[in-house]
């Protein structure tokens, strides 16, 4: 593949929220085991301060759950888990944003109150439209559902994908290793966030 900078590319942070990441908290304590082994927050943090540099935007797709929780049905094991322990949901410390990551005062925020991907019921896709993007680099978790998720629908979409593969994570390394060899690989270039650096514009 060609080394050229990548076209008007984004940095997409996918649920990268205390109710996910904190293991007290997280509906699989194998993922926030694994993200914290990962440092995925740190490695994102410092990916996400190379494109606010060069004045790229940055996107942080979070679940924010009705208070009420209408909407949410238990029709998956996730949406099944935040009504038995109503998380997730606005106003509560588990949609908080690691203080490492933000957002800064320019960084784009997109919440979603069901569904399971990131574009589902959101402004998501106007926003990056609006932004002029066309390269979405991807980063935060699961490579599980969401990342897979939002890289299906990037895709169909008509964006290109980049996955910063050091800084994701999934439920545990063989899950991980799995999605990302055998699904992420199909619909995304995979690369560690340090030649993500190197090719970005500006």
Known sequence: M?????PSPALVISECQRGILDPERSVSAGLASMAADRDVVGRTAGLAA?????????????????????????NSYLGAMSLKH???????????IPAELGPEPGDIVSSRATGLTAFY???????????????????????????PGLAID???????VVLAEDCTAGSSQEAHD????????LLARITPAVDVISRLPG
């Open 86 to 96: 109503r998380s997730m949901s606005v106003g509560s410390d588990d949609v908080e």
């Open 154 to 160: 990037a895709v169909n979409r008509g964006y290109s």
């Open 178 to 185: 799995f999605m990302v060899s055998n699904i992420l690989t």
């Open 50 to 74: 190379e494109f606010r540099a060069r004045g790229l935007p940055v996107v942080h797709c979070i679940i924010e759950h009705r208070a009420d929780l209408k909407g949410m049905r238990a």
């Open 121 to 147: 019921g959101t402004d998501l896709d106007a926003m990056l439209r609006l932004e002029n993007v066309a390269t979405l680099v991807l980063a935060g978790v699961s490579t599980n559902i969401a990342l």
């Open 2 to 6: 060609s080394d050229a900078p990548y």
